[in-house]
Nanobody, 119 residues
Framework: VQLQASGGGLVQAGGSLRLSCVAS?????????????MSWFRQAPGKEREGVSC????????YYADSVKGRFTISRDNTKSTVYLQMNSLKPEDTAVYHC????????WGQGTQVTVSS
C-alpha cells in the first residue's frame, strides 16, 4: 500500500496550490481511503511533522490547525479514493513537505509533495 501525494510546487506568497492524495498498491478494498478519516500533515526543515487538517470518512466534519484556518480547505472524493487540500493565501511559513495519512496512521508514509512559498 502506498500513499501518493502530488500537486506541490514553487509559488509566490499569496498564491494557491491544490494537493491530491491517493492510495494505491492494495489488493483488499478495506485499505481504500474511503474507509478512513484522513489527515494532511507537513514537515518543514528542522521541524517535527505537524497535523494541518483532517476530514471524516464522509467529508461532513473537518478540522484545521489555527495556522491554516481560513486559508486551507480539505475535501475528499470517495468515488476516486482521493483526498485534496486546497491551499490559498500561501505564506513562506507554509513551506514544507506535505503528506497525507489516515488519522490513525495506518498507511506507510509516502514521499510527500514539496511546497515552497517564496516571499
Amino acid at each position: 500500500v502506498q500513499l501518493q501525494a502530488s500537486g506541490g510546487g514553487l509559488v509566490q506568497a499569496g498564491g494557491s496550490l491544490r494537493l491530491s492524495c491517493v492510495a494505491s498498491g492494495f489488493t483488499f478494498s478495506e485499505f481504500s481511503l474511503e474507509h478512513y478519516a484522513m489527515s494532511w500533515f507537513r514537515q518543514a526543515p528542522g521541524k517535527e511533522r505537524e497535523g494541518v487538517s483532517c476530514i471524516s470518512t464522509n467529508g461532513g466534519n473537518t478540522y484545521y490547525a489555527d495556522s491554516v484556518k481560513g486559508r486551507f480547505t480539505i475535501s475528499r472524493d470517495n468515488t476516486k479514493s482521493t483526498v485534496y487540500l486546497q491551499m490559498n493565501s500561501l505564506k513562506p511559513e507554509d513551506t514544507a513537505v506535505y503528506h497525507c495519512n489516515s488519522i490513525t496512521l495506518i498507511y506507510p508514509w509516502g514521499q510527500g509533495t514539496q511546497v515552497t512559498v517564496s516571499s
